[in-house]
């Protein structure tokens, strides 16, 4: 049986490899290990083109961490430490979230795939965290993750694909939801009270996570995820 083909949204950014150093669409490939770990096939799907169109060739979709969602989409001004917006991207990524939520293709979003999720949907952010909670563990230094718990609501969807009534969780996020997205339910929170998880109700798999997954060894988002594109259930 063919893997279900399960596209991963990515950066563009000034990078370095062997000799050359020039823009470079890119993704760290621990993203593609869980993939392919789980028994899917990824596809880097870069913002350029019509990449929303490819949605009817997918059979599931992964929206990566990045750079902030531009605040002018929620109607705010930029905070000033609102940074590497990259609005090519935020135009590819919200077109295909659109498109992959009204074919009910299962989502998956991870940090800024979150934040797109919510923002599409009507929601708007918290530009940068640490003046809300009063710390900055959720991001605690450049290319660094905080380790805190998150606690999946019980009963949600989430808590049923985790397993468990806390986890422990890799952040790098100095941005998180405020005002809630039509439709949306929060199935986690850190203990400072922060959304960490969002589900889509009515939607057969549509799930994002604050944290970082693919920075751990544990894969349960995706097998879920794989699972959901390769029978096509309700989760």
Known sequence: MPRPVIGITCYVEPAAFTVWRMPAALLPYNYVEHVVRAGGQPVILPPAGDPASLVERL??????????????????????????????????????????????????????????????????????????????????????????????????????????????????????TDRLGDGLTVSATSEDGTVEAVELAGHPFALAVQWHPEAGQEGHLFDALVVAATTGRHW
């Open 59 to 176: 059979d599931g979709l992964i929206v990566a961490g990045g750079g902030d969602v531009d605040p002018d989409r929620y109607g705010k001004q930029p905070h000033e430490k609102t940074g590497y917006v990259r609005k090519f991207r935020d135009d590819a990524e919200f077109e295909m979230v659109g498109a992959a939520l009204d074919a009910e293709l299962p989502f998956l979003g991870i940090c800024r795939g979150l934040q797109v999720l919510n923002v599409s949907l009507g929601g708007s952010l918290h530009q940068h965290l640490p003046d809300v909670v009063g710390h900055g563990g959720h991001s605690p230094a450049p290319g660094e993750f905080g380790h805190l718990p998150v606690r999946p609501a019980p009963g949600s969807r989430l808590a049923g694909v985790l397993g468990t009534e806390k986890a422990e969780a890799a952040h790098y996020h100095h941005q998180a």
